[in-house]
């Protein structure tokens, strides 16, 4: 069951509650703070929220490990179950679906990514899904590919980048119906974590494991590293000691 509940004024602090799991107090000096209610938004179901997006339109939408997805119109609302997404895991065990990321371009339009399989393998993982009804239906596709995306970036003019756990680096420039496969700065040895484009889809940056930092000016033909936070501690550390 889907419940709603009293909502405080600030939606910051409810956010991130919602999000961690952890009560934020409301209360003032002159409040009692010993039978504070507990104020969070009530989902009503126990699982593994990987990520929140705000859709162009206003509406908030959580991905739910397992193929399920959970939206609501603004942060006073109730909260709605969206259309059932799932798929039979593999007898072996192998999760079929596990969502991270919605996307959208505008307030039709949007993707969901993550771990999903497209066809009858549950151990590839090689699809997502699509909308053009803002959500009501959606479309299991084809990425012609296995890649656990990682990190998604789309525009509204309808380019998008996705970022595979192994650094597969992939591009659409038609809002997700057919892709491109880009030159990569990552592979298994510094899986990206984020990836990030200025509009007009040739500067970006990235990011991954091992301390790596790179931009491009020219979506990803060629690229150079950047140092990072670390590096320059470490510089500076080093200077010291000299």
Known sequence: MISKVPLPSRP?????????????????????????????????????????????????????????????????????????????????????????????????????TGEVSFGTSRQAHNGYLRTTDAGKHWELLDLGMEVDIKSVHAEKDGKVWLVGTVGQLLFSNDYGKSWTQLASPFDKSNAPTCLLMAAGGLEGYASGYGNHLCTTDNNWESWRYLPTPLDQLQKKVGSKKN
């Open 12 to 112: 910051l602090p409810l956010l991130l509650s919602l999000l961690t799991g952890v009560m934020f107090s409301f209360c003032t000096p002159s409040q009692e703070t010993i039978a504070e209610k507990d104020r969070r938004a009530a989902i009503g179901t126990l699982s593994r929220m990987e990520r929140i997006t705000i859709a162009p339109n206003g509406e908030i939408w959580l991905a739910r490990k397992g193929g399920c997805a959970y939206y609501t119109n603004s942060l006073d609302s109730n909260w709605h179950i969206g259309p059932d997404l799932s798929v039979p895991d593999d007898p072996a065990g192998i999760i079929a679906q596990e969502f991270r990321q919605f996307s959208f371009f505008n307030d039709k339009v949007g993707l969901i």
